[in-house]
């Protein structure tokens, strides 16, 4: 399951910035999610040897707005480096993790998340 | 004379290490201020590359990963990092490579993976990263440490990145063709290996520093160079470009 900027109608995938392994997890994947912040009629102009996985070696896509929280999308928003930080300490221990889970993600619903991103995302514009 | 930190001193003597037509694959924390600081003052040219593959980056505020966009978005180019690893890593493009670690050993192997026994460690370290592959296919590798009992041991718990191995040639004997650490700058003082037994032999002192001191903040018997000099203290410039350095960064990592 790999994040990246955008797809188009087809399923082909964008990715721009610190490329990582992503494309490699996914060719190397036998089933595979990417999460974007937009799809697009059009992945629109772009360098000729633009990094793009062809819609045919993913899986499926979902469209994610603010799906690298607390990272940063390259082109879309900033990290969150304070909470990149914090989460240091959240992890540490298995119980304030779990406790954070279940405040943050367990008990809250995507729509909440989405408000979230929305406002992490204009606060960067 | 203008008064500094120990571990100002450490990062601004790492930093004189670097020259500008180096190419240098960066670890981040310590070695990163260090490559930035030879960077924004006496070697502008040089080449910083990071594992996440960005090429010759230029980042303003220090990077809190490797992953950083601020590396990407100042960088000739970013590769992949596969790509990183095969052809300019192991194809043998890098000169330097600039690591730290929570362990040392007195033949600067590196231990950034577990404190304690493996299978019950007492501390569970972040990992190696690239480091096992940094140690082994840069030309040579320069670490920054700062000193202490814990980190300067007789026996390190695990041994992530090789560096002298047992000392003498035993790491060419392991088919390693690149020289391994030639250099270990401290808070306290700069080691280079002795040419034979390849033990990290102090060769410079930094201002204020006694040779006690060093034996007291080191987990093995401290060897010393037949001539041992004195590091030169930080100039003024060295000083308010590390500290100018770590304010920015600070700013930008308080952000939310």
């Known amino acids: 399951m790999i994040h990246a900027q955008r797809a188009d109608r087809a399923g082909n995938v964008l990715i721009e910035g610190v490329l990582g392994v992503q494309k490699e997890a996914v060719l190397a994947a036998k089933r595979s999610v990417v999460t974007v912040e937009e799809i697009v009629d059009d992945l629109g102009e772009r360098s000729l040897n633009a990094v793009v996985l062809p819609h045919w070696t993913v899986g499926y896509v979902a469209e994610v707005p603010g799906g690298a929280f607390p990272s940063f999308a390259q082109g879309y928003y900033k990290r969150n480096n304070a909470f990149y930080k914090e989460w240091d300490s959240i992890a540490k221990e298995r119980d304030s993790f779990l406790a954070w889970m279940k405040t943050n993600v367990l008990e809250k619903s995507p729509e909440a998340f989405a408000r979230y991103a929305r406002k992490h995302r204009a606060a960067a514009e | ?256």
Not at chain 2, 172 to 190: E, S, Y
Request: aromatic share 6%; glycine share 10%.
């Open chain 2, 1 to 256: 004379m203008t008064d500094y930190k120990p571990n100002e001193m450490m990062t601004i003597a790492a930093a004189r290490a670097l020259k500008n037509d180096d190419i240098c694959f960066v670890g981040i924390g310590q070695p990163s201020a260090a490559c930035n600081l030879a960077r924004l003052t006496h070697a502008p040219g040089v080449t910083l590359i990071y594992e996440s593959g960005t090429l010759a980056t230029k980042p303003n505020v220090l990077p809190l990963s490797i992953g950083d966009g601020e590396l990407c978005e100042t960088a000739l180019t970013t590769v992949p990092v596969p790509e990183m690893f095969r052809y300019w890593l192991q194809g043998g493009r890098i000169k330097i490579g600039f690591l730290g670690g929570a362990q040392i050993d007195k033949y600067a192997n590196l231990n950034t993976t577990v404190v304690g026994p493996y299978d019950k460690p007492k501390v569970r370290l972040p990992g190696g990263g690239g480091a096992p592959e940094i140690a082994t296919s840069c030309g040579e590798i320069f670490i920054i440490m700062a000193q202490g009992k814990r980190s300067f041991v007789d026996k390190l718990d695990f041994v992530t990145s090789i560096g002298h191995v047992t000392g003498g040639d035993s790491r060419a004997k392991l088919g390693v063709k690149t020289k391994g650490p030639t250099k270990l700058i401290t808070d306290l003082a700069m080691f280079e290996p002795d040419p034979q037994s390849k033990e990290m032999t102090v060769v410079s002192m930094h201002a204020g520093i006694n040779r006690e001191q060093i034996q007291e903040n080191t987990g093995w018997k401290v060897a010393f160079a037949a001539k041992v000099a004195e590091t030169p203290p930080p100039t003024p410039r060295e000083l308010e470009v590390l500290r100018d350095l770590h304010a920015r960064t600070n700013r930008a990592h308080e952000a939310a």
